[in-house]
């Protein structure tokens, strides 16, 4: 006990480098969080960091070598630091998980290693790591509640937040990690998401985003005094959600074809904060390589659950994820994804080339493809991908969106907001209206940006 005590008298400096995905950057904040009430405020660079941590990423193949050489790098900064009370260098996230022991035998600047689910342990692991040097490993997966332990004192900024309402995947693509590193799925309760988005509107945030590895599998115990309903879909929870007075919109990402119901289709057409705006990923478009990649859907299944989409919200615009060059894809295959690609019509969409990720099924298989073959394949789909983009976002010129403002621009007297479709907008308006959402005219565009006026209302002008 007095160890704490001592430890939370002094400020600290606390240095977090997150890589990956939407889902670390909140567990960054989350361990930001944790550590606050040790004293530990956070820092913009590693240089005489008293705790450094690497909240990591396996997703994508090399993960774990720029790790090592970050950790390289960060070896004469502990050692400058030596005299200085030292620096605690941790290696946490889904590297941590699935390299665990590797890490420290390989990196010994490592103090400990913390996993996705444990890092409600930093605490703990820290002060043991002060005591013993590199003793400390924790990866194993808990099935205790974690967000339990985190209190509601988080610390908030802006006027959005990601809130995790779901965790883990029992899919098994077969090019995927997840369901290894971040274990089963499982569900928040409804009350304790609720109860965190409250806390999150008094705060002044507007916009929450939902976030799952499979967020619509989301199946969570209902709330108090509705135990008669059954585990509650995402449908049910957005649409509670919405009644929450100050969140002004809600998102979600990122959802599975298979777990799409006709209740969350029909939540876009009742749910007004429910943005027209969903990252529905297929990987391929050849029924052969999604059933290689154990996707449990066919091209026309996805194809179908988007034109219901577009039916119950007709301004709905949809994003994805693409795979090129999983083992066995010829160029008809790669032509069927074309092809999808041609009758979805994204506003976006994430493209990767096939990576092999080692444990996983897809790393086995004998027919890989050449690499100069998949880099070829990837422009082609990156070029369609990029001219949707852009008329995408050209063809909102004459259109009125509602701008949520997050903060100034780079030129004076402009600020920087997202349309509903998550588009950076750029507008001129007064400070005064950050954290607010104003209708503008959009009059200009590009790959990445919007520009316009904003229009003015009645009470405006009164
Ligand atoms: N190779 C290439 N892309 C991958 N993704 C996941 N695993 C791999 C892999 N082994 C992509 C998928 C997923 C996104 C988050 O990353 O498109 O939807
Ligand atoms: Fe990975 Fe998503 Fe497939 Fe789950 S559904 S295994 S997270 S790609």
């Known amino acids: 006990m007095y160890s704490w005590m001592s430890m939370s008298s002094s400020r600290k400096r606390l240095f977090i480098k997150t890589y990956g995905c939407q889902m670390n950057v909140y567990d960054s904040e989350r361990m930001k969080d944790v550590l606050h009430p040790l004293g530990y405020e956070p820092s913009d ?16 193949e090399k993960a774990a070598e720029k790790v090592y050489s970050e950790l390289g790098r960060l070896r004469p900064l502990k050692e400058a630091k030596a005299d200085d009370g ?9 590297v941590a998980q699935a390299e665990g022991a590797e890490i420290m035998k390989r990196a010994p600047v490592v103090d400990l290693v913390v996993g996705p689910q444990t ?29 339990d332990r985190l209190g509601n004192d988080r ?13 883990g995947c029992d899919k098994f693509c077969t090019f995927c990690v997840v369901p290894y590193t971040r274990g089963a799925e499982w569900s928040r309760p409804v009350d304790q998401i609720v109860a965190e988005v409250r806390a999150l509107a008094a705060k002044g945030i507007r916009e929450v985003t939902l976030l799952g590895q499979n967020v619509n599998a989301f199946h969570g115990e209902p709330p108090a005094g509705r135990e008669a309903d059954g585990p509650w879909g995402l449908g049910q929870l957005v649409r509670h959600l919405a009644l929450i007075g100050g969140i002004e919109r809600i998102r979600f990402t990122t959802s599975h074809p298979r777990d799409m119901d006709d209740d969350l289709i029909n939540a876009f057409a009742d749910t007004p904060k429910l943005m027209p705006y969903f990252h529905l990923p297929v990987q391929a478009g050849s029924d052969k390589i999604l059933k290689a990649m154990n996707r449990q859907h066919t091209a026309e299944e996805y194809i179908a659950i988007i ?15 693409m795979i090129v060059g999983f083992p066995g894809e010829t160029d008809r295959d790669f032509e069927a994804t074309l092809d999808l690609v041609r009758e ?16 996983t099924p897809g790393a086995a298989m004998f027919n890989q493809i050449d690499e100069t073959v998949k880099s070829e394949r990837l422009q082609v789909l990156q070029d369609l991908l990029n001219a949707q983009q852009i008329s995408f976002n050209e063809a909102q010129i004459g259109r009125t969106l509602p701008v949520l403002l997050e903060k100034a621009g780079r030129m004076p007297g402009q600020l920087h907001g997202r349309s509903p479709y998550l588009q950076a907008v750029h507008v001129e308006a007064p400070e005064a209206l950050i954290g607010t959402i104003i209708d503008v005219k959009i009059t200009g565009a590009s790959r990445n940006a919007l520009s316009g006026e904003r229009v003015r209302t009645q009470q405006d002008a009164a």
Request: glycine share 8%; charged share 30%.
């Open 155 to 167: 610390q908030v900024e802006g006027f959005t937040a990601f809130v995790t309402v779901q965790e």
């Open 119 to 147: 890092y409600h342990k930093l605490p703990e692991l820290i002060a043991k790591a002060h005591r013993e040097r590199g003793e400390a490993l924790d990866t194993e997966f808990e099935v205790e509640d974690k967000f």
């Open 307 to 321: 034109e219901k989409l577009r039916a119950a919200r007709p301004d709905i615009a949809i994003s994805g994820d």
């Open 344 to 359: 979805v019509n994204y506003a976006s969409c994430f493209s990767f080339k096939y990576s092999k990720r080692p444990g």
């Open 45 to 60: 660079a590693p240089d005489g960091a008293d705790l450094v941590i690497l909240n990591t990423c396996h997703i994508r």
């Open 86 to 94: 030292g620096m605690t260098i941790a290696v946490a996230g889904c």
